[in-house]
């Protein structure tokens, strides 16, 4: 299905990744009511595999923002199947949790999260933008440097 939404990735040259299953007894996203709850993800490259390491160790504040942004455009893919692929229900991004692999000296985690957030507005506008929380973390799940979960108004 396309629509604003599709028009507006394929116009920044935006490929959404595959939304992965999840890897252990829990789902992936669950809707009730008008909200749809999107279970953390973490950032998926183009070639499929993820980003890993800690950031400001590991990887630079700029390679966060961009794991931060793959991180995003996997919730997307998620919100897009669990849509039936009709983005354009995505009434606004209510809230994102957003946690950093980082050591206990790293204090620049909102810049980071900002790879998330800025390529939701870009994808929808006033509609992406949200509430959030970016917080350090001393480990994510497989060594992932960002893992993002959100909570999505749709209608």
């Known amino acids: 299905m396309s629509g604003k939404i ?17 890897a252990a007894n829990y789902l992936g996203w669950q809707i009730d009511g008008n909200l749809l ?7 998926v490259k183009q070639d499929g595999g993820l980003v890993t390491g800690r950031v400001g160790s590991d990887l630079t504040v700029e390679e966060g923002y961009d794991a931060a942004r793959h991180t995003a455009l996997e919730l997307v ?10 983005l354009d229900r ?3 991004w209510v ?13 620049q985690q909102p810049q980071v999260i900002n790879g998330a957030s800025d ?7 006033d509609a992406g933008r949200h ?5 350090g973390m001393s480990s994510l799940p497989v060594g992932i440097s960002v893992e993002i979960e959100a909570v999505v108004e749709i209608g």
């Open 6 to 22: 599709e028009a507006r990735l394929a116009e920044l040259g935006i490929t959404l990744p595959p939304a992965f299953a999840p």
């Open 37 to 43: 709850y999107i279970a953390g993800q973490g950032p």
């Open 77 to 86: 893919a998620h919100t897009k199947v669990a849509l039936e692929g009709d």
């Open 90 to 92: 995505v009434k606004r």
């Open 95 to 107: 809230k994102l949790f957003a946690m950093v692999n980082c050591g206990p000296d790293f204090v």
């Open 119 to 125: 390529v939701l507005v870009d994808i929808f506008g």
């Open 131 to 135: 509430a959030r929380s970016a917080v």
